[in-house]
């Protein structure tokens, strides 16, 4: 086997592969993020904060009740509940504008994510098979080329055995 040159065609043809891929991979991760749009993250948000509110809500009126002193030591064990209590229909509000502004306005719903990944894979593995193809092809004149380290082992048998 020979070392292959930089400057030699399959070598260029082969880097401009894994760029392409590379730059595939990337806007994966980039839409691999589950907040989605702004209105389904702050649902999502307020969802599981409701559950606190109702902690808060309650043991706010056992205290009261019971005439027991609320100790403010104890707004630490549940501080988003008591926020949500005594902001009342302004924490709401106040949980949409934070989101508005974590998500951007472009934020895509769910299923368009999910739509927007699987045309992604699919690329990815159109660029994969054709980075296969041109080490492979490589390979026939000779040279020495290294495979990435998270090649999917299957698609390297697939290819071979064709």
């Given at each position: 086997?020979?070392?292959?040159?930089?400057?030699?065609?399959?070598?260029?043809?082969?880097?401009?592969?894994?760029?392409?891929?590379?730059?595939?991979?990337?806007?994966?991760?980039?839409?691999?993020?589950?907040?989605?749009?702004?209105?389904?993250?702050?649902?999502?948000?307020?969802?599981?904060?409701?559950?606190?509110?109702?902690?808060?809500?309650?043991?706010?009126?056992?205290?009261?009740?019971?005439?027991?002193?609320?100790?403010?030591?104890?707004?630490?064990?549940?501080?988003?509940?008591?926020?949500?209590?005594?902001?009342?229909?302004?924490?709401?509000?106040?949980?949409?504008?934070?989101?508005?502004?974590?998500?951007?306005?472009?934020?895509?719903?769910?299923?368009?994510?999910?739509?927007?990944m699987t045309k992604l894979k699919a690329?990815?593995?159109?660029?994969?098979?054709?980075?296969?193809?041109?080490?492979?092809?490589?390979?026939?004149?000779?040279?020495?080329?290294?495979?990435?380290r998270d090649i999917d082992p299957a698609?390297?048998?697939?290819?071979?055995?064709?």
């Open positions: 086997m020979r070392l292959i040159h930089d400057q030699h065609p399959g070598a260029l043809e082969l880097a401009a592969i894994r760029a392409k891929l590379a730059d595939q991979q990337a806007a994966l991760d980039v839409l691999d993020n589950p907040m989605g749009t702004p209105e389904e993250a702050a649902t999502r948000f307020l969802e599981w904060a409701q559950r606190w509110r109702e902690l808060a809500e309650s043991n706010l009126r056992h205290h009261a009740r019971h005439g027991i002193e609320f100790n403010l030591d104890q707004l630490h064990e549940n501080p988003i509940g008591v926020a949500a209590v005594f902001l009342g229909a302004d924490f709401d509000k106040r949980v949409h504008k934070v989101f508005d502004s974590l998500c951007g306005k472009d934020g895509m719903s769910s299923s368009e994510r999910a739509a927007s690329m990815i593995r159109t660029l994969e098979q054709d980075e296969e193809r041109a080490v492979m092809a490589l390979e026939d004149q000779g040279f020495a080329v290294p495979r990435r698609l390297v048998w697939e290819l071979w055995t064709q």
